[in-house]
């Protein structure tokens, strides 16, 4: 099988640039991978690590003559990487981006591309609470849904070949607009995140509860919650600073919720209660026919007890 | 090595009392085990499954003769519970339960346990999201903690044997009044599933967002919520309705954090979003550190990537 494009550049390599490295080269997807890191500790990683067929200390450097330019760092950088990379983008090369948010990355982006280059923002379903170039794995966006929100006016013929390239990288493919995006991914991933480094700080702060005791019983629920917490810190601080309207309306409508839920409690309404947990179940259910979720109880954390 | 108990009598066989008699076959701690749950179906499958010697259809005849009397149904239940059994328990026994709540419990039982029967309300820090008789499997207490609450008075030798059997059991044990276990599990367990069940019931009612598209999209972080949200609902009603105050009072700081958080994203406060989220890895890397979560990314759903 021939590759899919000659020459890929990966802007930013940390979980996710690694992983498409690792992707693309169990898939065959590129002749040569070339990366740029902002800094000189991960350009290191990346090249002990095999990441890459050329690693470069300037993005600028690291797209020219590429087919395919994929930005994979936090999204708060994308508009200065966008103004410098401009000039070196190759005539018919495809720019698409990993970022979390879609409307302000369009709009970061957008003025930058110069005619012939086909710009495609988009999104991978998919990763980890680790980070760096060492977390990556090849199976990474395997049976996850990938997200591209192309803009008026895209080449379908472009569309086309960005949409073969994720499916080959294991994804199933999606198409909507970046704002449709943007809200589905404030209820799906940018809220759960929110609340989960939230109830991690409102734990640390306890002064009756030690950090110790929070650890130690964290078994009841509350390890979850730490998992999602544990992501990349600047990554989420980009993701809720450029996707501000979508998160602040689900967080509007949560706490909403979360106010008929502790007047339940306050008024010991077990039938609202009752009647609210049941609901969930169906959902889960939904997520596991999906494959979006394992059925193993407890995420399989005790493998000896697996259906 | 002799059993630890001649009887053991499990009132209530879901996740918690099923597991136990998994764990006490696989540990030689009684030479029989009797049970009793409530509806004839349950019953039934007891039976099928082997997890008692003798299965009663009143909780009153399952405890008669029982040195080793657990209650392991919602804790809503143990007050009538306890009244019905009190007659029927054998002098010199060992009366205890794995609520998740402990001063109601104390409160509710206590009154109905005859001289001479040794009452230690406990509670086993495990669980999953799954409900039922079938569900348990004898390696749920392992490693976990189980936290002994007992009364002003208790006996100093019954409450060392309910420690062995628990550590027999596979868990670490911790002794602290009702009162304390309340308040850290309000913020370790109880307001986790508050929460979980509360984003998903959000998640359910928008309008501009699918319940395809939230199923679909979930591995961005909200199918972690979906977990611990598909616990059994009567078992959790009770929860909230019997630790009304020191639930009401960790819910009070999450939501004050939570408004701090939203202000910080109305004014695009980088700065204090970053800070926020930086502080959650070192708590992740205590639970782990503790054992009490595995460090493997996804909490392991990607087998083929396990560091």
């Known amino acids: 099988m021939t590759?899919?494009?000659?020459?890929?550049?990966?802007?930013?390599?940390?979980?996710?640039?690694?992983?498409?490295s690792h992707a693309m080269r169990a898939h065959g997807l590129a002749v040569h991978v070339s990366a740029h890191a902002r800094s000189a500790a991960t350009r290191s990683k990346v090249k002990d690590l095999g990441l890459a067929h050329s690693v470069h200390d300037s993005a600028a450097a690291a797209v020219v003559d590429a087919?395919?330019?994929?930005?994979?760092s936090p999204v708060g950088s994308y508009g200065a990487l966008a103004a410098e990379i401009a000039p070196a983008l190759k005539p018919g090369a495809i720019l698409t981006d990993v970022g979390?948010?879609?409307?302000?990355?369009?709009?970061?982006?957008?003025?930058?591309?110069?005619?012939g280059v086909h710009f495609i923002p988009g999104h991978p379903i998919a990763g980890t609470e680790q980070s760096g170039p060492e977390s990556g794995f090849a199976t990474l966006f395997a049976n996850r849904w990938c997200i591209l929100t192309p803009l008026p006016g895209c080449d379908p013929v472009a569309l086309a070949k960005l949409e073969t390239f994720w499916r080959r990288c294991g994804s199933d493919v999606e198409v909507m607009t970046p704002e449709h995006h943007d809200l589905v991914?404030?209820?799906?991933?940018?809220?759960p995140h929110l609340i989960a480094y939230n109830i991690v700080a409102t734990a640390a702060d306890l002064e009756e509860v030690t950090?110790?005791?929070?650890?130690?019983?964290?078994?009841?629920?509350?390890?979850?919650?730490?998992?999602?917490?544990?992501?990349?810190p600047t990554m989420w601080r980009d993701v809720f600073l450029n996707n501000r309207e979508a998160v602040l309306e689900m967080l509007g409508?949560?706490?909403?919720?979360?106010?008929?839920?502790?007047?339940?409690?306050?008024?010991?309404?077990?039938?609202?209660l009752f009647t609210l947990f049941s609901r969930?179940?169906?959902?889960?259910?939904?997520?596991i026919a999906a494959g979006q979720d394992t059925a193993a109880p407890n995420f399989g954390r005790n493998p000896e007890k697996s259906q």
């Open 67 to 72: 087919d395919l330019v994929i930005l994979c």
């Open 253 to 272: 409508r949560f706490t909403e919720d979360l106010s008929a839920l502790q007047r339940a409690i306050r008024w010991g309404d077990g039938e609202t």
């Open 280 to 287: 969930s179940r169906e959902i889960r259910r939904g997520i």
């Open 100 to 115: 979390s948010v879609k409307a302000a990355v369009a709009k970061d982006i957008g003025p930058h591309v110069p005619a």
């Open 211 to 232: 950090s110790s005791e929070v650890i130690k019983y964290s078994a009841g629920g509350f390890r979850d919650f730490t998992r999602i917490a544990a992501s990349d």
């Open 3 to 20: 590759a899919l494009f000659d020459r890929v550049a990966l802007i930013g390599v940390g979980l996710i640039g690694s992983s498409l």
């Open 185 to 191: 991914l404030a209820i799906t991933s940018h809220l």
